[in-house]
């Protein structure tokens, strides 16, 4: 059985940094891509990093230069530092692992960036 399992949320002000953890068990890690995505109330689920197979990174425009992804295929875990935190980060955060016809989600975490 799949689980996706994403942690590292909380409460922090403007500015400040949090890092975020994704843990996927029941699959082959390395062979899988690994999205984070973001939803806040009201608004679409928004696309955030893309950590390729081949170890690529690819960012939204949104988060370019103040999120840094990374992946440890030893460890079956992608990681989210998110510094430079704005008030429109704050949503809930998800990891979200696939490849061919196979999609996973984990329940999410809260992020909440307020002063």
């Known amino acids: 059985q799949v689980q996706v399992v994403e942690s590292g949320g909380g409460l922090v002000q403007p500015g400040g940094s949090l890092r975020l953890s994704c843990a996927a068990s029941?699959?082959?890690?390395?062979?899988?891509?690994i999205d984070w995505y973001r939803q806040a109330p009201g608004k679409r689920r928004e696309f955030i990093v893309s950590?390729?197979?081949?170890?690529?990174?690819n960012y939204a425009e949104s988060v370019k230069g103040r999120f840094t992804g990374s992946r440890d295929n030893a460890k079956n875990t992608v990681i989210l530092q998110m510094n430079s935190l704005k008030l429109e980060d704050a949503a809930v955060y998800y990891c979200?692992?696939?490849?061919?016809?196979?999609?996973?989600w984990g329940q999410g975490t809260q992020v909440t960036v307020s002063s």
């Open positions: 029941g699959i082959f890690f390395s062979e899988y891509v």
């Open positions: 950590n390729t197979v081949g170890g690529t990174l």
């Open positions: 979200n692992v696939w490849r061919n016809n196979e999609d996973y």
